[in-house]
C-alpha cells in the first residue's frame, strides 16, 4: 500500500495521486493570482509606450498600478517619487487612485533622445519600484493600441471605420485657477468636443454579434471541440463604449479629500459589479448633457493647493485637462 502524503495547500492527508494533483495545482498558479487587497499594498509605476510627434520629438506615456482596492495614496515629489535622468518632476501624479490606471500622464523629450532610458521611481508601502521608458520599436503607441489596452477594443481587433476614431477635445470653461474656502462649492464646467466614431466601435460589436446569429440560425448549433469549449481567458479588460467626463484629485499640497457633485465616472479600472464604472458589468451611463458641458460641484474639507484633472473619454481615447484650486480656511468673524 503507498503511504498517504499531505496535501501541499490544506495539509489534509491524502493518496499520492491527490497530492501531486494539488502541488502541480499549486506550482501552476500565480503566487498572487487569488489574492486582493483593499489597503496596506504599494503602488507600481508604468510604463505604457511612446508616440511620435510631428516636430520629430517623442512623448513617453506612463501609468501606474495601485495594488489596493480601496487606499488611495499620496506621495509628493521628492526621494520617494521621481524622474532621472533630467528633473525629478514631471508631471507625475502625487494622488495614486486604486489598482490599474492607464495612460496617466505624458513626458516630452527631445528628438535626440536616442537609446536613452526614462525612470520613474516610486516608494510606497516600504518597497521601491521603477518603470524604465525607452524609445524601442515594440513599444510605440498609437490610437488603435490605446484603445485596446483600455479594453474598448476587446482584443484588438479594427476596421477602417474604428481606426478614423481620434480623441476628443475638452476645455474647461471659466479657466484653470480658482480659489475658494474650505466647504465652499466650486462649480467646474467642461465643454467636450467630438467627432462621434468611436461608436463605429459599438457598431463594430453589433455587426459580430449579428454575423455569429445569422450563422447559428443558418447552420445551426455549431459543433465546438472540448478546447473551443473552455472557458475563454482574457487578456484585456472589457470597456463599455461611451463618451464621458470625469474629474478626480491629481496632485495635492493639503490634507483634504475633494468632494464631487455628481459621484464622477471612475477612470480607474473598477471591474466590480455596481461600480460607477464603464469596466463594470451593467454600467449605468451618463446622460449627455444637451448643450454639450459637462457641470460639476465640487467642495473641500481641507485647506491646502488641490490639482484636480479633468479626462475627457469617447470610450476608446481621451483628452485630459487640469486646473488649480487653492482652498483657504474660512474664520468665521
Known amino acids: 500500500m503507498r503511504e498517504a502524503l499531505a496535501c501541499p495547500t490544506t495539509g489534509r492527508r491524502v493518496g499520492w495521486l491527490g497530492a501531486v494533483a494539488a502541488l502541480l495545482f499549486v506550482l501552476s498558479a500565480p503566487a498572487e493570482a487569488q489574492i486582493s487587497y483593499q489597503e496596506g499594498q504599494n503602488v507600481a509605476p508604468a510604463y505604457e509606450g511612446w508616440l511620435e510627434n510631428e516636430d520629430g520629438s517623442y512623448t513617453m506615456v506612463f501609468g501606474y498600478m495601485n495594488r489596493n482596492w480601496a487606499e488611495e495614496l499620496d506621495v509628493p515629489v521628492g526621494d520617494e517619487n521621481y524622474f532621472s535622468p533630467g528633473p525629478r518632476d514631471q508631471g507625475q501624479p502625487t494622488h495614486f487612485l486604486p ?10 523629450l527631445p528628438a535626440d533622445f536616442g537609446d536613452q532610458e526614462m525612470v520613474w521611481t516610486l516608494t510606497t508601502a516600504g518597497r521601491t519600484e521603477r518603470a524604465y521608458g525607452t524609445l524601442g520599436i515594440d513599444q510605440r503607441l498609437d490610437n ?15 476596421d477602417a471605420e474604428t481606426r478614423a476614431n ?65 472557458p475563454p481567458t482574457r ?3 472589457q470597456k463599455i463604449v461611451w463618451h464621458h467626463v470625469a474629474w478626480f484629485l491629481y496632485r495635492g499640497e493639503g490634507e483634504g479629500t475633494p468632494s464631487f457633485d455628481p459621484p464622477q465616472v471612475k477612470t480607474w479600472e473598477d471591474t466590480r459589479s455596481g461600480a460607477n464604472s464603464p469596466w463594470a458589468p451593467l454600467w449605468t451611463r451618463t446622460p449627455v448633457p444637451d448643450d454639450g458641458i459637462w457641470r460639476t460641484t465640487v467642495t473641500f474639507d481641507e485647506p491646502g493647493t488641490y490639482i484636480l484633472r479633468a479626462r475627457g473619454d469617447d470610450g476608446a481615447l481621451y483628452h485630459d485637462q487640469d486646473v488649480k484650486v487653492v482652498v483657504s480656511r474660512v474664520t468665521s468673524e
Not at 468611436?198 to 472540448?226: F, K, M, V
Request: aromatic share 4%; hydrophobic share 40%; no cysteine.
Open 99 to 108: 489598482r490599474r490606471n492607464r495612460f496617466v500622464f505624458l513626458v516630452d
Open 144 to 158: 488603435i493600441v490605446i484603445a485596446s489596452e483600455t479594453g474598448a477594443l476587446g482584443i484588438g481587433a479594427s
Open 166 to 230: 481620434q480623441a476628443p477635445l475638452i476645455t474647461v470653461e471659466g479657466g484653470n485657477e480658482y480659489r475658494v474656502g474650505v466647504g465652499q462649492p466650486l462649480e467646474l464646467a467642461v465643454r467636450m468636443e467630438d467627432d462621434g466614431l468611436a461608436r463605429a466601435i459599438e457598431r463594430w460589436h453589433a455587426r459580430q454579434e449579428g454575423a455569429a446569429q445569422e450563422a447559428a440560425e443558418r447552420d445551426g448549433p455549431p459543433r465546438l471541440s472540448r478546447a473551443q469549449l473552455r
Open 235 to 237: 487578456i484585456t479588460v
